[in-house]
């Protein structure tokens, strides 16, 4: 098991992301935004000064946060986008040696009930974008977002079925902001570990955010792990147990956002939570008598 994360979240340049991973012993960065803007979508020549920082740093790419099929994308739109990102991704990828991509079943239709989220039009998107990768030699994980296999576990096991080669990453935190379509409205909000019980033999990597819903006022309110609702020290004790090997990537969501410019905090402090995240998530991975590598 080896630790990683979403380090757009300790600063927006790659220096300063650099330096929060080395801070904290690691090797991997889970790359999403540089400078703001997704790895994919960067130009040509900021690649490549990426491509070079990171070389003489030491530090690898583990995992790219792609915004590929995502909570951003219509279904009822053309995939012309996600096909000129995914394109762009693979190559980038293979520049960089990164095996594993996180990509989406696009955004829930608004006001449109389970039944009525045109399933059979995004199981051919998203089955073209994972043979895309495979046969590039990269795996992708869904992530149970704001997006269709995230409206519960139903679906995203519905998803896999109909997507053959397709794996998952589960996030801890997101089932406690989401509500859950697997019951009858008025609908709940989900239970992380009930969710991840149920798709835990797909799940291939793990992003780790906690918090709790603020019901009366509609707000996600984000906290350390293990004191929310995410079940977070279950859910890996449950991993450990079970013999995963695999990545742990935290995205803390505290002092900042990446689809929420609203929460944000001093480039210090964030810094420091980012970082402070990392060392209280190891320490609980240890506890659990977890095998952590650099």
Known sequence: M?????????????AGQIRATKELGWRFIESRAIDGVNIHDLSEADFDRACVQLQEAGVR???????IANWGKDIRQPMDVDLEQTRRAISRMQRLGTKLIRIMSYAVIPDAPPSQQMEKERFKRVAILTKLFLDAG?????????????????????????VPGLKLVFDTGNPVFTLDRTQAEPYPYQSAWDFYVHVRDHVAYVHIKDGKMDTLQNKNIYGWPGEGDGDVER???????RGY???????????AVFHDPTIKTDDAARY???????????????????????
């Open 61 to 67: 790419i583990n995992c790219f946060g792609s915004a």
């Open 2 to 14: 080896y630790l990683t994360g979403f380090a757009d979240e300790a600063a927006k340049d790659l």
């Open 272 to 294: 420091s939570t980012y970082v402070e995240y990392g060392r209280r998530m190891q320490k609980m991975l240890i506890k659990l008598g977890a095998k952590v590598s650099a």
């Open 235 to 241: 859910i890996c004790a449950d991993l450990v147990k």
């Open 245 to 255: 090997d695999g990545g742990i990537s935290i995205e803390p969501h505290m002092g």
């Open 138 to 162: 990269i795996q992708p994980v869904h992530e149970n977002c704001m997006n269709y296999g995230g409206m519960g576990w139903t679906f995203t096991l519905k998803l896999l079925e109909h």
